[in-house]
């Protein structure tokens, strides 16, 4: 058995993002049907009873290259976070990378929701443009990962474990790759690095065709 697992949170079925996910070397865990709610249990019982060495997280709407993803892997040695990165939609000219001193006038220790309403829409008005990554070095320190194949090790799992934000303006408990990152610019103890080569192709898109399926949960896993 592989010593890095694949964690999936999959509400949609599109099958190239399938096509992706079984060419990676690595083992595969599918939660699907659940909400990112109900992803908290799930994921952290799953991280917390297993003992792989690395735990990478994507979405159902993302496809990297076997070479990016082998790419991500090796820098785990020398990282403790690494993720590769896309546009934040399709078709927008504003990536997912978000230098930490754009942020720093923005308060990061407080979590209530006008400050991490703010700080979202921070995020989104000071990422990098797609015309400056050619300017960014190899490996990039982010405060933003996205869940873009976003991979650490197994004691950060379980010291930030996966969690929730309810708001921005409707009851749904989502938004976990952005608790995630508030929680380690907070503590600033790690670094959140992207690496550059590792592009991921976004299908995300409000005019996506796939329709969001929450009513078959299970998951299903490769070992």
């Not at 720093?104 to 979590?111: A, E, Q």
């Not at 921070?122 to 015309?131: A, C, G, H, M, Y």
């Not at 990039?140 to 996205?146: L, P, R």
């Not at 194949?149 to 409707?170: A, C, E, L, S, V």
Request: proline share 4%.
């Amino acid at each position: 058995m592989h010593d890095t697992v694949l964690m999936i949170m999959s509400v949609r079925d599109i099958p190239s993002v399938k096509k992706c996910v079984d060419k990676l070397n690595c083992e595969k865990i599918w939660f699907k049907g659940f909400t990112e709610l109900e992803l908290t249990l799930h994921i952290n019982n799953f991280i917390k009873n297993s003992n792989f060495k690395y735990y990478f997280i994507t979405s159902d709407d993302e496809i990297i290259s076997p070479v990016n993803f082998e790419l991500l892997k090796l820098k785990l040695n020398v990282h403790h976070i690494v993720s590769g990165w896309a546009t934040m939609r399709q078709n927008w000219k504003y990536s997912t990378i978000v230098k930490p001193e754009k942020l720093k006038n923005i308060p990061v220790n407080i979590f209530n929701s006008p400050i991490i309403n703010g700080f979202l829409s921070n995020i989104t008005s000071v990422s990098e443009e797609l015309k400056n990554i050619h300017t960014l070095p190899d490996e990039i320190e982010s405060a933003f990962v996205g869940w873009f194949f976003t991979g650490m090790h197994r004691k950060i799992w379980i010291d930030y474990p996966f969690q929730t934000f309810k708001g921005f303006g409707n009851d749904n408990h989502g938004n976990s790759d952005l608790m995630f990152s508030k929680r380690i610019l907070n503590d600033n103890y790690y670094k959140q690095i992207v690496l550059k080569k590792a592009f991921v192709t976004h299908l995300s898109n409000t005019k996506y065709p796939h329709q969001l399926n929450f009513t078959n949960k299970q998951i299903v896993k490769t070992f």
